[in-house]
DNA sequence: CCTGCGCTAGGATGGCCGTACTAGTCAAGC
DNA sequence: GCTTGACTAGTACGGCCATCCTAGCGCAGG
C-alpha cells in the first residue's frame, strides 16, 4: 500500500513528539517504531524533519479536534464536566511520560525559518480546538463571549495540567484542578 | 569572584532551557551567553549537564516560589487578580519564543536514571509553587481544601498559557483566559 | 519476457555535541 | 619568591544525528 509507511512513519513521530520533543526526537527512534527504512524518509519527505514533524503535528492537531467536535451538547457545566472526562485518559498518559505532540512543536529547535513554520502549525491547531469548543460551549448556551473565553481557558487548564502531570508522575493534580474547575462552573453557569 | 562564573552558567543555562528546553539547549550556548570558558563545565559541575541543567531548574523553582510568596495576601478574588498581573509579564515572554524553565526539564530527553532526576526537580519546584499559593490562599480566607485546589488550577492556567501563547505568538490568549478565570472567581468566591 | 517506476533498503558522510584532558593564569600563604 | 590549589582556556575525541546516495525489489504495462 502506498500511504501506509507514510502514515506509520507519521504516527511514530507523533508518539516521539509526545515523549521527546521536536529536538529530542530522532530519526532512528521513528525509523525503528514505525519499521521503515532510513531511505523512505527523504522519499516521502522531501523536506526532511522539519516536513515531517510538521505534518505530524497537524494530523494529531486534525484528530484532537475531531474529538472535541464530537463532544455532545448540553448544559455549559454538563459540557465542562465532558470536557474534563475526555481529557483524563490523556492526562493520565502524561503522567508516564507522554505529552501533547502541538504543545512540543512550540519550543524552538532548529533555524528561525523552521521554528515558525512549526509554531504557525501549532497556533492553527490551537486555534481549531479553541474554535471547536467555542462552537459546543454555544451551542449549551453561552453567550458567544463567554464559550470564547471559557473554550481558551479549559485548553490552557488542559495544556498546564499535562505538564503537571508529567512532572508530578500522576494525574493527582489533574484531578484536584477538575473538581474546582467544575466547582466553578457550577457557580458561573448554572 | 568564586561563584561567579558558576552563577552566570546557571542563569545562562535557565534562558537556554526556557527558549529550547533540555535537548535542543547546548552547552556551546550556554558558554556563549555565560563567557565561560569549555573546561569550566566540568569544574564547576562534575556531573556534566544533567547537574546544571538540575541546579538551573532548581534555582528557577526557587526564585518563582519567592515571588509567589510576596503576593499580597487579599480577598480571595482579589489574591487571583494579584496573581494573574504578576504572571501577565512572564507569558508576555513566553510570546516570543520563551517558556517554563521547569516545565522544560519533564520531558525526557536522555537516560532513564537522568529523566527521573529532572522530573523529580520539577516535581519539587511545582509543589512548592502550590504551597507557596495553597498558603496565600489560606490567609485570603479559603478553606485549605479550596485553596488547595485553586492553588493547582493556578499553576496549570500558567503553564498551559504560556504553551498557548508561545504558539500564538501573543498573550492574547492569556488575557482571554484571565478575563474569564477572574469571571468565575468571583462568581464562587465573593 | 522485458522495461520503467514507485518504493524499500541500508550504508556512507559530514557536522555538531557532550565529554575529557592538558596547559596556563592568578592569588594567597608561608 | 615559591609553592599550592582553585579556576580559566583551549583543544582533542568519540558518538550520534540528519542527510544523502546507490542498489535492490515488486509490480504495472507492453
Redesign the interface.
Known amino acids: 500500500m502506498a500511504g501506509d509507511t507514510r502514515d506509520r512513519m507519521i504516527e511514530a513521530t507523533v508518539d516521539a513528539l509526545r515523549?521527546?520533543?521536536?529536538?529530542?526526537m530522532s530519526f532512528t527512534e521513528v525509523l525503528r517504531e514505525s519499521g521503515a527504512a532510513r531511505g523512505a524518509i527523504y522519499h516521502h519527505f522531501p523536506g526532511g524533519k522539519g516536513q515531517l514533524v510538521a505534518e505530524a503535528a497537524a494530523r494529531n492537531g486534525q484528530d484532537v479536534r475531531a474529538t472535541l467536535a464530537a463532544l455532545p451538547a448540553a448544559d455549559p457545566v454538563g459540557f465542562v464536566a465532558s470536557f474534563l472526562a475526555l481529557i483524563r485518559p490523556v492526562v493520565e498518559c502524561s503522567a508516564t511520560?507522554s505529552?501533547?505532540a502541538?504543545?512540543?512543536v512550540?519550543?524552538?529547535?532548529g533555524e528561525p525559518a523552521e521554528?515558525a513554520s512549526l509554531?504557525e502549525v501549532?497556533?492553527t491547531?490551537?486555534?481549531a480546538w479553541a474554535d471547536t469548543l467555542t462552537e459546543r460551549l454555544t451551542v449549551s448556551g453561552l453567550t458567544p463571549d463567554?464559550a470564547?473565553?471559557?473554550a481558551?481557558?479549559l485548553?490552557?487548564?488542559?495544556?498546564?495540567?499535562q505538564?503537571?502531570c508529567?512532572?508530578?508522575?500522576s494525574a493527582e493534580?489533574f484531578d484536584?484542578?477538575a473538581?474546582?474547575?467544575l466547582?466553578?462552573?457550577r457557580?458561573?453557569y448554572s
Request: overall charge positive; proline content about 2%; charged content about 20%.
Open positions: 515523549r521527546r520533543g521536536v529536538a529530542g511520560g505529552g501533547c502541538v504543545a512540543a512550540t519550543i524552538a529547535s521554528n509554531r501549532a497556533a491547531a490551537f486555534t463567554d470564547a473565553g471559557l481558551t481557558t485548553l490552557a487548564l488542559l495544556e498546564g495540567a505538564v503537571l508529567r512532572a508530578a508522575g493534580p484536584r484542578m473538581d474546582t474547575a466547582d466553578l462552573a457557580s458561573r
